[in-house]
């Protein structure tokens, strides 16, 4: 039996075989070959590591990708490529490729990541129906590049892809509990050492997850969420990982260990055209005067302070923090400190641009099509022909149309409205958790908005069918019960590893997830300076936070990873089946799985840790000079 210091013999590297019975086992003898050793970037590690995929690119892009079907210089449907394709066919049957295949020209996409404009043209052959035994692609590949250069195509790549088989990963939560949660808490700081000496800052967080194509065939896996293009002798440190791991594991438990690239999306405006309403919502856009930045409405709150109780908005303080820095790191408080406090505004000023200009076009587009019909009918009638009912019906519905359009156009020249001053914020504070804690109050005048509760989404909603256990009852008031499609929030809960939550974003709008079974370990060393409760700085120097993350449920027709949340969604509250705020979201974990760049999970801090940071926050002296703790409650129409 090997050592406690030597990982079992299965573990190193060994030659590659005759083609093994699964997937999976060929992609861990390739992993084991001397073709994975030795420093790289993790992309030539992920494309090294794939049997079922071949390119001439001299990095291809990780897989999934967004395919874009090109005729910019050759179309393979058009006579004149015949010759070609006819000699690209014959290729194939020289090599007496396994399966069924089709030739496509594409642009291969991943919006988002470095280098993945697509901008380069690629010859695709898809492999589908195959037995998985195919052997080396490499010399195809190459046979049909050199074909294409003949042509007149020097430039083009070429991939062969088996789509069935090749790895399209995605992350999956595990249960509380799991054997495998038990392994990484006792190993977890041997890791965390480990990556921050061999990959310094180039990783962004560790944890375990199910890990693999669907969330039937995934398996238990340390998942390192690095840079893209980071290098490293991705081999040994894969081994090094196990090495620690292995005198903790179970008699027959095995637990894989994954790398793979992430990051962090640049926040763009996005248009709110299907959200837009004269006044803010749970849920809306929200901006700060005079800044380039974006979050959500959380929700509409009261906070009583010293007698004195404010309406307002509860969000989180990056989002409402002024850019130019330090003097705003330890947030605002009712002491005075954080002069210059920011103002909020609704929506945000990229999103208003970005919605007048989507308003605009859709305009112009519904003033043609209601100018050309009305036109014909006219012409018809005057030329004495009868009039079809589908004829009116349509001239109808575009007059209706282009109402609905000017309605719209004359709301966003109404907006932006500000919403109120920023009065609390918790600053960059972790807490004694080691987690993140991440809120600011608005204080929005009462008489303003005297309408803006915490309305939930109807029962209904399609995305709330991963909730079947969702119940949103109702408030009383003194008037008796207050209707509302969906019922109002008006209770605080916490967030529970492996429950269902659902949140409403200005960026996703309403997306459901399961909360992880552990905490994730983020990599702050780059993130710059934090303070604890006490207001002391904080100097995180090979130091990590440890985050509830919340994974998005797909749907059940849907079986790969879907995205929770994503920039802009910053803000958002979580609520539980009973409709009760649990938790709010702050951040985002994105490893890049989806063709659209990512699969954004959400990061969040428990609504009890939040509600604890307020009520201390928020304190003030009374008469005798004691100090006596603010409260938040969620404002209702009987508040």
């Not at 100018?371 to 005057?382: G, Q, W």
Request: hydrophobic fraction near 35%.
């Amino acid at each position: 039996m090997a050592s406690p210091s030597q990982p079992p013999e299965q573990f190193l590297p060994t030659g590659l075989p005759s083609p093994p019975p699964s997937p999976r086992k060929r992609r861990r003898w390739l992993r084991d070959s001397d073709d994975s050793a030795g420093e790289m970037a993790i992309e030539s590690y992920i494309y090294r590591s794939e049997p079922y995929r071949s390119s001439t690119a001299s990095l291809p892009l990780p897989l999934p990708l967004r395919e874009v079907v090109s005729r910019e210089n050759l179309d393979l449907e058009d006579p004149g490529s015949a010759e070609l394709l006819t000699q690209m066919e014959q290729v194939v049957l020289d090599h007496e490729l396994d399966g069924q295949h089709t030739f496509r020209v594409l642009h291969l996409l991943k919006p988002g990541y470095p280098n993945g404009d697509g901008s380069v043209e690629t010859l695709r052959l898809d492999i589908f129906e195959s037995s998985g035994l195919t052997r080396s692609w490499s010399d195809v590949r190459n046979e049909l590049q050199d074909l294409l250069r003949s042509h007149g195509f020097p430039h083009m790549e070429v991939e062969i892809l088996d789509r069935e088989r090749a790895l399209m990963p995605s992350i999956f939560f595990i249960s509380p509990g799991a054997a495998s949660i038990q392994v990484y808490e006792e190993t977890r700081a041997d890791l965390i050492a480990l990556l921050f000496d061999t990959l310094k800052d180039a990783w962004n967080a560790i944890s375990v997850f199910e890990f693999g194509q669907t969330k039937e065939n995934a398996r238990p896996s340390v998942v390192v969420f690095v840079e893209p293009f980071a290098s490293s002798d991705w081999q040994t440190l894969e081994l090094t990982m196990k090495a620690i791991l292995w005198p903790k594991l179970p008699q027959g438990f095995e637990l894989a260990v994954e790398f793979i690239p992430s990051g962090i999306t640049d926040l763009t405006g996005v248009s709110c055209v299907r959200t837009l309403s004269p006044h803010p919502v749970m849920g809306s856009s929200l901006g700060v005067v005079g800044q380039e930045s974006s979050g959500t409405i959380g929700g509409f709150v009261e906070l009583s302070v010293g007698g004195k109780t404010y309406q307002g908005i509860l969000t989180n303080h990056h989002v409402v923090e002024p850019p130019e820095g330090k003097a705003f790191r330890k947030g605002f408080g009712f002491d005075g400190s954080g002069k210059g406090r920011p103002v909020a505004q609704y929506p945000s000023g990229e999103d208003h641009r970005e919605t007048k200009t989507t308003i605009q076009e859709m305009l112009s587009r519904a003033v043609k099509t209601a100018d050309f019909l009305k036109e014909n009918l006219e012409m018809r009638v005057a030329c004495g022909e009868d009039i079809s009912p589908q004829l009116k019906f349509r001239e109808q519905q575009a007059a209706a149309n282009l109402r609905h359009w000017e309605k719209q156009a004359a709301l966003i020249d109404e907006l932006p409205i500000v919403l109120g001053e920023v009065l609390v914020t918790s600053g960059r504070l972790i807490n004694a958790k080691k987690a993140i804690v991440d809120w600011a109050f608005i204080r929005m005048p009462s008489d303003k908005f005297p309408k803006c509760f915490n309305n939930l989404p109807p029962r209904n909603t399609q995305t709330l069918d991963q909730m079947p256990e969702l119940s949103h009852p109702p408030i009383a008031s003194d008037e008796g019960p207050v209707e509302a499609e969906g019922g109002y929030a008006q209770y605080f809960s916490s967030i529970v590893k492996g429950n269902r939550y659902f949140k409403l974003g200005r960026t996703t709008g309403i997306t459901v997830g399961v909360c992880h079974g552990v905490e994730t370990d983020i990599n702050r060393e780059r993130h710059g300076v934090f303070f604890d409760e006490s207001g002391d700085e904080i100097t995180l120097t090979k130091g990590c936070t440890r985050e509830l993350v919340i994974l998005a449920e797909a749907p059940r027709y849907i079986d790969h990873q879907t995205t929770f949340s994503a920039s802009g969604d910053s803000g958002s509250i979580l609520f539980d089946h009973d409709g009760f705020a649990a938790g709010l979201l702050y951040g985002e974990l994105t490893g890049h799985f989806g063709p659209r760049s990512c699969a954004g999970a959400g990061l969040v801090t428990c609504m009890t840790d939040v509600l604890a940071s307020i009520e201390s926050k928020s304190a003030v002296p009374d008469e005798e000079g004691n100090m006596k703790l603010g409260t938040l409650t969620l404002k209702t129409p009987g508040s």
